[in-house]
C-alpha cells in the first residue's frame, strides 16, 4: 500500500512539473512573440549595459584631469605616461560650418550639439566666446546653464504618459502666460479675464501658467524627478564624461508654488549641459528610446596603436511609443504656430516638405557665465525614412546686454546645411500633409465661458443705448421748430 501511495505521489509531481514548465516555456514564447520585452518602461534596457567595455580607472581619471581644464576637444592625453590619442565621433565639415556661423554672429557665448539619432554620435560639439571670437568647447561640457523651459518636454511627458492628459484638454490661465504669481495659480475664484487654451498649444507657446496648474493636480515633485532621471538628470549619460551631468532638484511635498516653478522651468535650479539638450530631443525622435550620446569614439596608444577603449551604443527605452507621438505633435506645433514659427516661416519650402522637424524653446536669466539664455532643442527626420532617422540639435546663445541673434534662426540654418551639405535629402515642392497644414494656424487664446457672457452682455448693452441715443435725437429734432 505504501509503494503505491509512493508511486502515485511520484507521478503528481512529475505532471505538476511538466505542467510549469509548458506554461513557462509557452508564456515566454509568447511573449518574445509580441515584443513584451521591448516595451517595458522606465527601467528595461534595450542592451544589456554591463557587456559595453569598461574603461580602466588609470583611463578615467586621465580624462577627467584633461577635459576639466581644458577649453578645447584634446587630441592627446596622457596615460600612466604613454600618449594616447582620441579619435572623435565629429564631422569635421559639420563642426568647422558651425563654428564660423557662431563666430559671425558674435553673441555673448554660444553652443550647439548635434547628434546622429540612430547612432547616438555626437556630430558636432561647438562653443564660442563671441567677444573675443575665440573656441571654448567648456561651455557644451558644463552643466551651468539653467534649462528654463525645456523641462517642459519631460512635464509633458509624465503628464501625458502617466495622468493621461491629451492634447486637446483645455486649461484656463489668467494674466500673461510668460509669467508665474502665486495668484495665476489659484483656482478657488472665478474670474472672467480667465482664458482658455489646449494643453498642446500651452506646450507650443510654453506656457508657465497653465503647466504649474497641471503639475499641481496631477502630479508632485518626486514622479517628476523620476522622469527627469529617466531622461538623464541626476546620473552620468556619457559614459566617457562621467563628470558631465544636468541636476534637477524636488520640490517639498506640499509646496504648490515650487512644484510649478520646477514643472515650468521658472527657476535657475534645474541646470542641463548643451549635449544632454540635444539628447533630449533625440529620445523623442527615436520614439521614446535613449541612446546615450557617444563623443568619443576610440581611444588609442600612440605609439604601439593599440585599442585602449571603444565606445559602444547604450540604449533603454524611456518613453512608450504613443507617448513620443503626442510629444512629436506637440513639438511640431512649436514649429507651425508657436514659439519657433518665425524663424522656420524663413525656412525653404522644400526642406520643410522634406522633413519632420519638431523643437522646444526657452529663455531664462542666470546661470554660469551670467546672462539672458536663449534655447532651442529640436529634431529634424527625413520623411522618407529610409534615409535614416535624422538628427537632433541644440542651440544656446547666452545675452549679456543686447541680442545677436535667434537660438531657432541659428537652427535653421544649421539644419538646412546638413541637409543639402553633408546628407543632402531631395527638395520639392510637394505640399506638406494635411495634419502638418493644419498646424500651421496659429491657435488664439479663447476666453472662459464667464469672460464670453459678459462679453455678450456687454455688446448687448451697447447696442440698447445706441438705440436709446438713436431715439433720443430723433425725438429732439420732431420737436424743434422752424
Known amino acids: 500500500m505504501d509503494s503505491f501511495k509512493k508511486k502515485k505521489n511520484s507521478k503528481f509531481a512529475l505532471i505538476l512539473i511538466v505542467t510549469c514548465l509548458s506554461v513557462f516555456v509557452g508564456g515566454s514564447a509568447i511573449n518574445i512573440f509580441q515584443g513584451k520585452f521591448n516595451q517595458k518602461l522606465n527601467a ?15 583611463l578615467k581619471s586621465s580624462i577627467d584631469r584633461s577635459y576639466r581644464s581644458a577649453t578645447t576637444w584634446p587630441q592627446t592625453i596622457d596615460v600612466n605616461k604613454k600618449k594616447a590619442s582620441i579619435e572623435y565621433a565629429f564631422d ?29 554620435e555626437v556630430l558636432a560639439a561647438v562653443g564660442v566666446e563671441g567677444r573675443t571670437g575665440s573656441v571654448d568647447d567648456s561651455l557644451v561640457l558644463n552643466s551651468t546653464h539653467p534649462s528654463a523651459s525645456l523641462i517642459k518636454m519631460i512635464t509633458a511627458a509624465e503628464l501625458i504618459q ?38 498642446e498649444t500651452a506646450f507650443a507657446k510654453s506656457n508657465n501658467v497653465i503647466f504649474g496648474k497641471a503639475a499641481i493636480k496631477y502630479m508632485n515633485g518626486e514622479k517628476l524627478v523620476k522622469m527627469a532621471e529617466n531622461f538623464g538628470f541626476n546620473q552620468s549619460f556619457v559614459q566617457e564624461l562621467p563628470f558631465m551631468k544636468s541636476h534637477i532638484g524636488i520640490a517639498p511635498a506640499g509646496d504648490d508654488y515650487r512644484l ?36 568619443i ?19 533603454r527605452r524611456v518613453l512608450a511609443p504613443e507617448t513620443t507621438k503626442e510629444m512629436q505633435e506637440m513639438m511640431a506645433m512649436t514649429i507651425d ?44 527626420i527625413p520623411r522618407d525614412h529610409e534615409r535614416g532617422k535624422g538628427i537632433s540639435i541644440s542651440v544656446m546663445n547666452v545675452n549679456v546686454k543686447r541680442w545677436h541673434v535667434k537660438s531657432t534662426m541659428l537652427a535653421k540654418n544649421i539644419i538646412e546645411y546638413y541637409y543639402n551639405e553633408i ?40 447696442k440698447k443705448s445706441t438705440k436709446r441715443e438713436i431715439g433720443k435725437r ?9
Open 474 to 482: 430723433n425725438e429732439r429734432k420732431s420737436n424743434t421748430t422752424i
Open 423 to 462: 546628407r543632402p535629402v531631395p527638395i520639392t515642392m510637394v505640399k506638406m500633409p494635411r495634419m502638418a497644414q493644419s498646424r500651421r494656424k496659429v491657435r488664439k487664446y479663447k476666453r472662459s465661458v464667464a469672460s464670453s457672457r459678459s462679453k455678450k452682455e456687454s455688446i448687448q448693452q451697447r
Open 162 to 199: 502617466n495622468a493621461k492628459i491629451a492634447r486637446s484638454t483645455e486649461f484656463e490661465f489668467r494674466g500673461r502666460s510668460t509669467t508665474l504669481f502665486k495668484y495665476q495659480l489659484d483656482e478657488s475664484k472665478n474670474n472672467r479675464w480667465d482664458k482658455s487654451q489646449d494643453f
Open 260 to 295: 510649478a516653478e520646477f514643472a515650468s522651468g521658472y527657476n535657475d535650479e534645474t541646470v542641463i549641459s548643451p549635449i544632454h539638450a540635444a539628447m533630449m530631443a533625440s529620445i523623442v525622435a527615436n520614439n521614446g528610446i535613449m541612446k546615450n550620446p557617444k563623443v
Open 297 to 315: 569614439a576610440k581611444i588609442s596608444d600612440v605609439a604601439s596603436g593599440e585599442t585602449l577603449w571603444e565606445n559602444t551604443a547604450i540604449e
Open 337 to 380: 504656430g508657436g514659439t519657433a514659427r518665425k524663424s522656420f516661416g524663413k525656412m525653404n519650402t522644400g526642406y520643410k516638405n522634406a522633413l519632420e522637424i519638431g523643437g522646444k524653446t526657452g529663455s531664462i536669466t542666470g546661470g554660469t557665465p551670467f546672462g539672458k539664455r536663449d534655447w532651442f532643442s529640436a529634431y529634424a
Open 44 to 58: 528595461a534596457e534595450v542592451n544589456d549595459p554591463s557587456n559595453t567595455p569598461q574603461m580602466s580607472d588609470d
Open 92 to 120: 569635421p565639415k559639420l563642426d568647422a560650418y558651425i563654428t564660423k556661423l557662431l563666430k559671425s554672429y558674435r553673441s555673448d557665448y554660444a553652443t550647439v550639439a548635434v547628434i546622429d539619432n540612430e547612432t547616438g
